[in-house]
């Protein structure tokens, strides 16, 4: 069975936990590395980190994002968006697809 972990700050991820996820809560982005790498090494197909963390990791996130496993999403955090999950999301449709399908304007 596949399992899902969540990084970040306590107060924006413990809410997973009831619904089955494993959390992880971090204080900094460093943190969130070393965890990031254990829980690719513990093959886990799905980790969502939040985008108050995620700011300051973009190369280590940048590891993940050509492989199969794990799929690293970046959600927002109880502070709110900072844009960067719908960012890379756009970067990776137009990757994927070759344009910008998404967010074109009307």
Known sequence: MHRIGVIGDQDSILGFKAIGMSVFPV?????????????ARENYAVVYITEQIAKD?????????DSMTPAVILIPSNQGSLGIGMRNLKKSVE???GADILFRDA
């Open 27 to 39: 204080e900094d982005s460093s943190q969130a590395e070393m965890i990031l790498e254990r829980l």
């Open 57 to 65: 990791m973009e190369q280590a996130i940048d590891r993940y994002k």
């Open 95 to 97: 990757r994927a697809i």
